[in-house]
């Protein structure tokens, strides 16, 4: 969710073998085909009916925000599409929200960027 650069990245690597989506507010992600789907977190539960509730195994989201109100309600998105497992990148701002709404918890490694970012960023999991 809201990860483009992780979903090539997985796109690449697994072509055929898993089941992918990208949930993108940007419809330039639309030359993806089947796998885009358009998601604003505005309307978190708005979602096409094509993708079944707890159908993945695993969501990794990038919040667009660094705020309590955008993390909540991907929180939503989140909790209907996993079956269990998140990975939630994010500013460290959020730690106790993210625990609070998704139970996650900040990992040991520290993603790094291209382009110098003005919060520390972070990897959360469940």
């Known amino acids: 969710m809201s990860a483009p650069s992780v979903y090539q990245k997985l796109r690449e690597r697994h072509r055929d073998d898993v089941f992918l989506c990208i949930f993108e507010y940007n419809r330039r992600f639309a030359v993806y085909g089947k796998d885009f789907v358009y998601y ?10 094509r993708i079944a509730t707890h159908s993945f195994d695993i969501v990794v989201a990038d919040p667009p925000y660094l705020s309590e109100e955008c993390l909540r309600k991907m929180s939503e998105t989140i909790k209907l599409l996993t079956r269990g497992k998140i990975l ?4 460290a701002v959020v730690e106790a929200v993210a625990a609070k709404l998704l139970g996650v918890k900040m990992c040991k ?18």
């Not at 604003?40 to 009916?49: C, F, H, I, M, S």
């Not at 490694?109 to 469940?126: A, D, M, Q, S, Y």
């Open 88 to 91: 939630l990148c994010t500013g």
């Open 40 to 49: 604003d977190y505005k309307n978190p539960v708005d979602l096409p009916e």
């Open 109 to 126: 490694f520290i993603p790094e960027h291209t382009r110098t970012l003005g919060n520390k960023f972070h990897c959360f999991v469940n």
